[in-house]
């Protein structure tokens, strides 16, 4: 069974999100969504629960989905999973530069390879982060969001 991990904090869980799992889900025959639970660097997160429960009712209809929470190195989630491959999307140039590096260290140190995807041109822009300060100054983000 191939099994792959998409993994990230998706606070918020984004369009570009939704379309990096959509075009991976064939690749696969289980593609668990890791949803980070401690991120040192962001501090202010929401609850994992919450963004875990969006996401499950998101594709509920997906058998081959899962959506987990975890902690820790995403090659030792992957490696606790029997997952093969991390699979990450990739924006921009600096996105590509700090997945290969990573990528790098999760073949090396976890025997787990790492499947980048492109995000598709319109969805470039939109990253969480922008979101999050996009909505702290009462804008209405609900577009970049999945229905």
């Not at 999100?17 to 401690?38: K, M």
Request: no cysteine; glycine share 8%; aromatic share 12%.
């Amino acid at each position: 069974m191939k099994t792959g991990i998409f993994v990230g904090t998706f606070d918020p869980f984004t369009i570009g999100h939704d379309s990096i799992v959509r075009r991976a889900l064939p690749l696969f025959d289980r593609l668990i969504i890791g949803v980070v639970g401690d991120n040192v660097h962001k501090p202010n997160m929401s609850p994992a629960e919450t963004r875990m429960e969006a996401i499950r009712n998101l594709y509920k209809d997906f058998p081959a989905i899962e959506v987990k929470v975890y902690f820790g190195l995403a090659m030792d989630f992957a490696r606790n999973e029997g997952a093969q491959f991390i699979v990450k999307g990739v924006r921009s140039v600096s996105d590509f530069e700090y997945e290969q590096w990573q990528a790098d260290f999760n073949r090396r140190l976890g025997g787990i390879e790492t499947i980048l995807l492109y995000t598709e041109p319109e969805l470039a822009s939109i990253s969480s982060s922008a979101l999050r300060e996009l909505s702290h100054f009462g804008v209405d983000v609900s577009q970049f969001l999945p229905k």
